[in-house]
């Protein structure tokens, strides 16, 4: 084997792994399942409004959007990788987010007195899903490329 031999094989190996990455980060952070997710998060969050049948009735669509979204990008990934430490922080913090704006829209909607501050609250934490969802891709493929690096 010579040198070249060996460069081409070491760049066809880099080559695969970037492609393995990106396939990572665009079906981590694809706009199909954020839109799952905002949605599944108003149907939830704006519940808090509606009658009683009602409620459960969005609590359960809402729940069963998570589940199904999430059994449906578990088995659709072609890429699957052992979540790092820097990735589980990076999801939680994430969450945390989306809890502060829920509970910031619920307290302005309260204090504006609007006619359904849950549903107000529910849009407006849905929307910040929808963006999150596209403003972390960066972020993804940084942590996936720090996690090839190790």
């Known amino acids: 084997m010579t040198s070249y031999d060996a460069q081409t094989a070491l760049d066809a190996i880099r080559h695969r792994q970037e492609q393995t990455r990106d396939e990572y980060v665009r079906h981590a952070s694809s706009g199909a399942y954020g839109l799952v997710a905002a949605l599944a998060i108003f149907a939830m969050m704006s519940s808090g409004d509606l009658p009683r049948p ?29 979540p790092s430490g820097a990735a589980t922080l990076f999801t939680l913090w994430l969450g945390a987010v989306v809890i502060v704006v829920l509970t ?39 942590i996936a490329k720090k996690d090839d690096l190790r």
Do not use: C, D, H, N
């Open 54 to 82: 009602w409620s459960l009735f969005a609590w359960l669509v809402g729940g069963s959007l998570i589940a199904g979204g999430m059994v449906v990008q578990y088995r659709r990934a072609r890429v699957r990788r052992k």
């Open 104 to 142: 910031a829209a619920t307290i302005a909607a309260r204090l504006l007195e609007l006619p359904l501050p849950s549903v107000t609250a529910a849009a407006v934490t849905a929307l910040a899903t929808l963006v999150a969802t596209y403003a972390s891709r960066p972020i993804v493929r940084k």
